[in-house]
Structure formats: C-alpha cells, structure tokens
DNA sequence: TCTATGGCGCTTTTT
DNA sequence: GCGCCATAGA
C-alpha cells in the first residue's frame, strides 16, 4: 500500500511529514489546508506511532472541529475519536471544570454571554455613575474590559495602561464586574481564556500534567488568534515544542476582537527553529476569480510573502452588477439563481449571499421566499437571543448554579409572582448583609426587612420551586427535565394559554427549546445540564446551520471563513457598507476591511458575482451610494460590468427660485428611454420566473429555515398586474414606469418617475395607461 | 406592580 | 425602521 502522503503535492507533503518541533504552515486561501492537517495527523498516529490522546488540535468553530474529526476519521478509524479538537473556548471550558476549583473556580460555573455581561456592566455604571452627568456607552465599556482580559491584564494591570477619564471609568466598571462575576460563580468568554493561563502559571502541577499529556499541538487560522490564546499555547507547548500552526495573514479578519495578525508574522522569531511552509497552490477557484482577489488584497501593505496560483480553468469573467436600490439588488440577484436552478445547471446549495452586516439579510430572504428558492440564513436574529429562551435557560443556570443572582433576577418574577422591585431590593439587602447568595436570601425572606407577608410568602415559594426542580435535575432525561422545569415554574402555561398570538408562539419556540435539548441528549455522551447550558453558550451561528450544502446560504462575510461554494455573490460593495463606515478613518481597519473583501472572493468556486446599489435604505432613510473602493482595483480584463445605471442619468435641471428656497429638488433625473429598455430586462427576467413559478408552486411554502418568519403564499403581483415595464399615471408624480413590483400582502411597485425620482408607491395608487 | 406609550439611538463583524 | 428603555398611568 502506498504511504498515506502519496496523497498530497508536494509542498502539502513536507507539511505533513515534519511532526517534530515547531512548524509554521501558512496555507493560502483553498490551498487543500484542511486536507492537508488531515493527513498529517493521520500520519503521525499510523506511521510515526503517536498515541491519538496526545494530540491536541485547536480550530475555529465547533463545526471545524467536527469535520476534521470526522475525515480524520476516514482514515484511521475509530481510534479518531479520543482526539481532542475543539475551539479555544471550549478547551478552555473543559480545562477548568476539570481543574479550576485550584483557582477558586467551582465546577458548575455559569458562563456569561455578551448580554449577562451588558447587564452586569449596566449595573455597574448604575451604580458608580449613579450621580455624574456624563455618561458612558456600555458596549463602549464592555468593549474594553474584554480588550483588557485578552491581553490578560486583571484590573491593577489594566489600571496601569489607562490613559483617558473612559479608562478611568472602564476601571471601576472592570473591578465592579469581576466582583460580581465571582460572587454569581459566572466567568465571560474572555475569562475562559484568561483564567485558564492564570491556572497554568500558577499551579505548576496542572500545566505539567497537561503538558505530559499533550505532547502535539496543531491551532488552525492563528492569524485571528489574540494575546491570552498565544500565551496558552505557548504554556501548553512549552515542554515538548511541538507546536504546529497554521494561517494566512491574508485572512486575519477579527482584529475588532483582539486578534493580532502580528502573531503569526512573529512566529518565526518566537521559535527561531522552526520551519516554515508555504501552501501557495489553489485548488478551489477559477485564475479569474484568484486574479481578482489578487487585486484587492495586493493594495495591502503588512504581508508576508506569498502569491497564491491556480491551475483550474481561467472560467468565466467575474460579473460586476450595478442595481438601482437594494430591493433591486436583491431582485437581480435571486433571479440570476432562479435562472441558473431552472436550466439545470445549479442547484440552491451551490449558492452563496454573503453580506458584511447580517441587516442586510432581509431583501435576500423576502426575494428567496418569494421565487421558492430554498434557503438557510446563519445568524442575524438569533433564536437564543429572544427573550422567552433567554428566560427559560436563566431557570436553568439558576438551577445548575445557585449563585447566579443575575440570571435568578430574571426569572424571580416571570411569570408574575408579585416580586417587584420592592421585593428584590430587599431581598438584595439581605443576602449582601448575610453574606448569602440571592436565592439562599428568598429562602430566608422572613429575616428581610419591610416586606409585607404576601411579598415574604412569594419569595418562599420561589425558592421552594427551585429547590425541588435542583433536587430533580440529575433523576431525569434532560429533555424531560427541561419541560418539568417551563412547567412547574407555570412559565409554560402562562403562555400558552395566553390571549396574545405573539405569546402563544413565543410557547412553542420553548417547545422548540425541548426539541434542541432532546438532540443534544441524543447526540452527547455527557448530556447533564451544565454540559447542555455550556455547549448552548460555546456554539456559533455556523456551527448551528445544517443545510448549507442544500439551500441557498444567507451568512455574514466573516461566517464565510473556511467555507466554499461553487457560486458566491458579495453584495452591497458599496462605501460605508463595505468599507464600512465605522472602518474608514483608521488605516488599519481599513486593511482589514480588504483582507475581509479577499476572504469573500476566494471562497468562490465556479463563479463570483459582486453587486452594488446606487441608493439604499439606511436606518429608514434613503441614501446614494457610492461603489466600493474594492471594485475599483479589479483588472477591466477579468471583469464584466451589468446592470450600469449610470447613463441613465441626465444632468439635473437648474432650480427654480421656489425650490432653491424650498431646498426641494432637483435631482438628477432618469432618462425614460433608457431606462425602459432596462425595464423590459427586467421584464423579460419575470416572464422566465413566472414560468419557473409554475413549475414550483406547491413546494413553497415553508422553504425558508429560520423560523418566526411569516411564509408568504404564492401570490405574485395582485389582480392588476404590473410588471417591469408598464407604464402608468400617479396622480402626484405624473407619468412613470413600473420597475419592479413586490407583494407583501399590497402590491407595492417601484415606479421611475422622470422628474421626481425612484418611488416605492402602492400599486392602489396609480392608474396604469 | 404591571402595562402602554413615546422618544431615542442605533448596526459592524462573534467565540 | 425597529427595538429598547424610561416614564406615566391603571
């Protein structure tokens, strides 16, 4: 049998072969990188005798972790199951259950996402800031406490840094919000880190029984890695040196959370022994697409050394679309997939939106809807956000953590249980005087001060609920456990018998909640609560979506990373969307925004499509934009431009005395020929749909993946008919032409008026002619 | 104590 | 254009 590197170029090769000491694997976008670690692990277990368990890999997202577990699997069996790969936050997580109580940390300590930690820092303002007049942002706040723990500064060696009165603040705020923390038994995700370098600089035992343990270390994408995960790995690595790391700073996109693309550039000189490969061939784009990348990312001025190539086809030119507004963006876009479905040469999970901020989501998923193209949006509104779940899974902390106040505060008084904020303030009282933990205090609510009896006969209550439900926890299957703990706390029934529909669904989104906790029971070995609530808190949004392979995919650029799709369309290369605007007054995000741009484009197989819009709705009002500085830096040969308005366009007329003291319009105005002749495009597009409509119509209902999102039926423009391209009378505007029509229960048409502009108007309004 | 209303600020990106 | 928060009223 041939040996298992057979498999591999060459380059990939000599990756794979050097076990030993300290490597440094700089894998270009498509590059055959996770192949690549794939056989190399594979490779060290089969031919080099290392035993599975001392391998540590560190990836990105859980569902990274996965997948490499799996096809490592492929290749050596089952044995592939006792290695340990996960992300940083996870291992993390498992280390200090297993050893945190030698810092002080309890075993079933709560871990707090960004909205407990909003809530504690709003506490802490609240308190600290009660009287001054200025006032300081919480997420601003927020922001630099979690800078601060992942550069592993606790809040004296944060207070050496501060430079400004925010410092200042952030100071009190930090050393308020670790109190707290400690007091809840509750660490953030930054603490995971943090704490567990503190362990293993501290307790010497611990950091040398884990390094005996793990004797090879791989961590996947270390150009988004940030100082505290450094120094974890460097502390694990330290004894046996073999630290092997992977990335492209190229693809360093989460600077804004405290990655360092510095990092891996240092590498070298951090281990002035190792060795350096260079993954430059591409296996996934056509020479178009890379060309493209190419020229975007070149502009940058901190990069290592590098060009990646391709011997895939040249392909088709990469196709530039200028839309009129986002709604027609949107248009475009899913009538080319519409298209593209119905010849047969795609398939809905070939495709790919991508998007820099997930507000841009909607138009895409209303379009997708509403030609029946099946489609699954990662993150945006996210079910654990919503309040019913929040709650539901506060009783749960609660449970597993009696010392979470936070979460109790959350849940003392829903359902309404006559626990004001009378109540609880004294309650608060209690307990910090006694030195007790808040539902230690409700159980002793008759020692509390100026309560009525009916307030002091609540609270017992409360606690003796909660009681039984923790003496209950490890007797029954999880699933079960959840839906005894919605229904003896009454939170269930209160709202399913509830009048309101909104409540009644917010009941069956706790029925989904069961269904979640029912897989996870399924699926997991250990499925106790705490190791449901942590995996709850440690997922991503990418690692939750399953059907991205057979729908269309809706994610945010950043979710993109480490992903491919034959088709991929980037949307809104508009500046201020992408750049963003937040990015534009700092060269150094400016950088990443392009990094950002690349790592978009090189996740296309087959196909790219970048689009933009001349206007667009930004926080309810209508603004022009302008085409991304990005487009700008693409070679003429490798692109093809649709779609261009910009001819359309006459030279405004000059204003009228009335207007010039009005401050009215002019604008520029359309150009009514040629823009009917696009008009007719579009319509020609419609007609081809309304085809494809019949040939779906029934299977269209329910094809989006998120729920909560009211599925529209198949209705396609009312009983007037407009489409692209009729002409019809306002009787305020005058004489236009109908753009596009979309029905949302009214028709609404987007009509070209010559002199006045683009308008959205019902289509009840005008009068066709 | 709970609920309805209006004002205001806001969106990057996520483990 | 929407959701959160503060405020006022029942």
Same mark, same amino acid.
């Given at each position: 049998?041939?040996?298992?590197?057979?498999?591999?170029?060459?380059?990939?090769?000599?990756?794979?072969?050097?076990?030993?000491?300290?490597?440094?694997?700089?894998?270009?976008?498509?590059?055959?990188?996770?192949?690549?670690?794939?056989?190399?692990?594979?490779?060290?277990?089969?031919?080099?005798?290392?035993?599975?368990?001392?391998?540590?890999?560190?990836?990105?997202?859980? *569902?990274?972790?996965?997948?490499?577990?799996?096809?490592?699997?492929?290749?050596?069996?089952?044995?592939?199951?006792?290695?340990?790969?996960?992300?940083?936050?996870?291992?993390?997580?498992?280390?200090?259950?297993?050893?945190?109580? +030698?810092?002080?940390?309890?075993?079933?300590?709560?871990?707090?996402?960004?909205?407990?930690?909003?809530?504690?820092?709003?506490?802490?303002?609240?308190?600290?800031?009660?009287?001054?007049?200025?006032?300081?942002?919480? /997420?601003?706040?927020?922001?630099?406490?979690?800078? !601060?723990?992942?550069?592993?500064?606790?809040?004296?060696?944060?207070?050496?840094?501060?430079?400004?009165?925010?410092?200042?603040?952030?100071?009190?705020?930090?050393?308020?919000?670790?109190?707290?923390?400690? !007091?809840? #038994?509750?660490?953030?995700?930054?603490?995971?880190?943090?704490?567990?370098?503190?362990?293993?600089?501290?307790?010497?035992?611990?950091?040398?029984?884990?390094?005996?343990?793990?004797?090879?270390?791989?961590?996947?994408?270390?150009?988004?890695?940030?100082? !505290?995960?450094?120094?974890?790995?460097?502390?694990?690595?330290?004894?046996?040196?073999?630290?092997?790391?992977?990335?492209?700073?190229?693809?360093? @996109?989460?600077?804004?959370?405290?990655?360092?693309?510095?990092?891996?550039?240092?590498?070298?000189?951090?281990?002035?022994?190792?060795?350096?490969?260079?993954?430059?061939?591409?296996?996934?784009?056509?020479?178009?697409?890379?060309?493209? &990348?190419?020229?975007? @990312?070149?502009?940058?001025?901190?990069?290592?050394?590098?060009?990646?190539?391709? =011997?895939?086809?040249?392909? =088709? *030119?990469?196709?530039?679309?200028?839309?009129?507004?986002?709604?027609?963006?949107?248009?475009?876009?899913?009538?080319?997939?519409?298209? %593209?479905?119905?010849?047969?040469?795609?398939?809905?999970?070939?495709?790919?939106?991508?998007?820099?901020?997930?507000?841009?989501?909607? %138009?895409?998923?209303?379009?997708?809807?509403?030609?029946?193209?099946?489609?699954?949006?990662?993150?945006?509104?996210?079910?654990?956000?919503?309040?019913?779940?929040?709650?539901?899974?506060?009783?749960?902390?609660?449970?597993?953590?009696?010392?979470?106040?936070?979460?109790?505060? $959350?849940?003392?008084?829903?359902? !309404?249980?006559?626990?004001?904020?009378?109540?609880?303030?004294?309650?608060? $009282?209690?307990?910090?005087?006694?030195?007790?933990?808040?539902?230690?205090?409700?159980?002793?609510?008759?020692?509390?001060?100026?309560?009525? =009896?009916?307030?002091?006969?609540?609270?017992?209550?409360?606690?003796?609920?909660?009681?039984?439900? +923790?003496?209950?926890?490890?007797?029954?299957?999880?699933?079960?456990?959840?839906?005894?703990?919605?229904?003896?706390?009454?939170?269930? #029934?209160?709202?399913?018998?509830?009048?309101?529909?909104?409540?009644?669904?917010?009941?069956?989104?706790?029925?989904?909640?069961?269904?979640?906790?029912?897989?996870?029971?399924?699926?997991?070995?250990?499925?106790?609560? /705490?190791?449901?609530?942590?995996?709850?808190?440690?997922?991503?949004?990418?690692?939750? &979506?399953?059907?991205?392979?057979?729908?269309?995919?809706?994610?945010?650029?950043?979710?993109?990373?480490?992903?491919?799709?034959?088709?991929?369309?980037?949307?809104?290369?508009?500046?201020?969307?992408?750049?963003?605007?937040?990015?534009?007054?700092?060269?150094?995000?400016?950088?990443?925004?392009?990094?950002?741009?690349?790592?978009?484009?090189?996740?296309?197989?087959?196909?790219?499509?970048?689009?933009? #819009?001349?206007?667009?709705?930004?926080?309810?009002?209508?603004?022009?934009?302008?085409?991304?500085?990005?487009?700008?830096?693409?070679?003429?040969?490798?692109?093809?431009?649709?779609?261009?308005?910009?001819?359309?366009?006459?030279?405004?007329?000059?204003?009228?005395?009335?207007?010039?003291?009005?401050?009215?319009?002019?604008?520029?105005? @359309?150009?009514?020929?040629?823009?009917?002749?696009?008009?007719?495009?579009? %319509?020609?597009?419609?007609?081809?749909?309304?085809?494809?409509?019949? &040939?779906? &119509?029934?299977?269209?209902?329910?094809?989006?993946?998120?729920?909560?999102?009211?599925?529209?039926?198949?209705?396609?423009?009312?009983?007037?008919?407009?489409?692209?391209?009729?002409?019809?009378?306002?009787?305020?505007?005058?004489?236009?032409?109908?753009?596009?029509?979309? =029905?949302?229960?009214?028709?609404?048409?987007?009509?070209?008026?010559?002199?006045?502009?683009?308008?959205?108007?019902?289509?009840?309004?005008?009068?066709?002619?």
């Amino acid at each position: 049998m041939a040996g298992l590197l057979d498999q591999l170029n060459p380059q990939q090769r000599v990756a794979a072969e050097i076990t030993e000491g300290p490597v440094l694997i700089f894998a270009g976008a498509g590059s055959g990188k996770t192949r690549t670690l794939t056989y190399r692990l594979a490779h060290m277990v089969r031919e080099k005798g290392v035993p599975v368990e001392q391998i540590l890999a560190v990836t990105f997202t859980n *569902k990274a972790a996965g997948e490499l577990k799996e096809r490592i699997a492929g290749l050596i069996g089952d044995e592939a199951k006792k290695l340990w790969v996960g992300t940083f936050h996870s291992i993390c997580a498992r280390i200090l259950r297993q050893e945190g109580e +030698a810092i002080g940390i309890p075993p079933n300590f709560t871990i707090y996402d960004e909205a407990d930690q909003a809530a504690v820092v709003k506490e802490a303002l609240s308190v600290l800031d009660g009287d001054s007049d200025e006032s300081y942002s919480a /997420s601003e706040i927020l922001n630099r406490i979690s800078r !601060a723990k992942n550069e592993l500064l606790d809040v004296q060696g944060y207070r050496r840094t501060r430079k400004g009165p925010m410092d200042e603040m952030a100071q009190r705020v930090y050393a308020y919000y670790e109190q707290r923390l400690r !007091a809840n #038994a509750a660490l953030d995700f930054d603490d995971l880190l943090m704490r567990t370098v503190e362990l293993l600089e501290t307790k010497r035992s611990v950091l040398q029984r884990l390094q005996d343990r793990l004797r090879y270390i791989l961590v996947d994408e270390y150009q988004d890695i940030n100082h !505290a995960q450094y120094r974890l790995i460097q502390l694990l690595g330290g004894k046996s040196g073999n630290i092997c790391v992977v990335g492209d700073d190229d693809q360093s @996109i989460y600077g804004w959370r405290g990655a360092n693309v510095g990092i891996i550039l240092a590498f070298e000189s951090d281990y002035p022994n190792c060795k350096v490969v260079k993954l430059e061939q591409n296996y996934r784009s056509t020479k178009r697409i890379l060309a493209c &990348a190419h020229d975007v @990312i070149r502009r940058n001025a901190a990069r290592a050394d590098k060009r990646l190539w391709t =011997d895939n086809h040249e392909g =088709d *030119k990469v196709v530039v679309y200028q839309a009129l507004n986002e709604e027609e963006e949107a248009e475009w876009v899913t009538s080319v997939i519409r298209g %593209q479905v119905n010849s047969g040469n795609a398939r809905p999970g070939d495709y790919a939106i991508l998007y820099r901020t997930n507000a841009m989501s909607r %138009q895409f998923e209303d379009k997708l809807l509403e030609k029946g193209l099946p489609y699954e949006i990662v993150g945006g509104l996210r079910f654990y956000d919503r309040a019913v779940i929040r709650d539901a899974l506060a009783y749960l902390k609660v449970i597993s953590n009696p010392a979470d106040g936070f979460s109790l505060r $959350r849940i003392i008084n829903r359902p !309404a249980r006559g626990i004001g904020a009378k109540t609880l303030a004294a309650l608060d $009282r209690l307990a910090r005087r006694e030195n007790i933990t808040l539902l230690e205090a409700c159980g002793r609510a008759q020692e509390a001060e100026g309560l009525t =009896d009916r307030a002091r006969a609540a609270a017992l209550d409360f606690h003796h609920l909660m009681r039984r439900l +923790a003496d209950q926890v490890d007797q029954k299957p999880l699933p079960h456990f959840v839906r005894d703990v919605l229904d003896s706390s009454g939170y269930l #029934a209160a709202l399913t018998n509830s009048e309101k529909s909104d409540e009644r669904s917010q009941a069956e989104d706790l029925g989904e909640l069961i269904t979640v906790a029912a897989k996870f029971a399924e699926r997991r070995e250990d499925s106790s609560l /705490s190791a449901f609530l942590e995996h709850l808190a440690l997922i991503s949004d990418i690692d939750r &979506a399953e059907n991205l392979d057979s729908r269309v995919s809706l994610l945010t650029l950043h979710s993109a990373k480490g992903l491919e799709f034959p088709i991929v369309f980037m949307v809104g290369l508009e500046e201020e969307v992408f750049p963003h605007r937040r990015s534009m007054d700092d060269p150094f995000e400016l950088e990443e925004e392009r990094r950002l741009c690349y790592v978009g484009m090189t996740r296309a197989e087959r196909m790219l499509y970048l689009s933009y #819009a001349n206007s667009r709705t930004v926080f309810g009002s209508r603004q022009r934009q302008q085409p991304s500085r990005f487009l700008k830096d693409l070679s003429p040969e490798h692109i093809e431009r649709r779609g261009d308005l910009e001819h359309l366009l006459l030279p405004p007329r000059p204003k009228t005395e009335d207007e010039v003291l009005r401050g009215g319009p002019p604008r520029s105005r @359309i150009d009514l020929t040629a823009l009917l002749a696009r008009a007719k495009e579009n %319509q020609s597009i419609a007609a081809e749909r309304q085809v494809a409509e019949g &040939a779906v &119509a029934g299977s269209r209902a329910g094809n989006g993946q998120r729920t909560g999102h009211g599925g529209k039926a198949g209705s396609v423009s009312g009983e007037k008919r407009f489409r692209a391209g009729t002409k019809v009378t306002h009787k305020k505007f005058g004489q236009g032409i109908v753009v596009s029509a979309s =029905d949302d229960g009214e028709v609404v048409l987007t009509i070209a008026f010559p002199q006045v502009g683009v308008k959205k108007i019902l289509a009840s309004a005008v009068e066709a002619r």
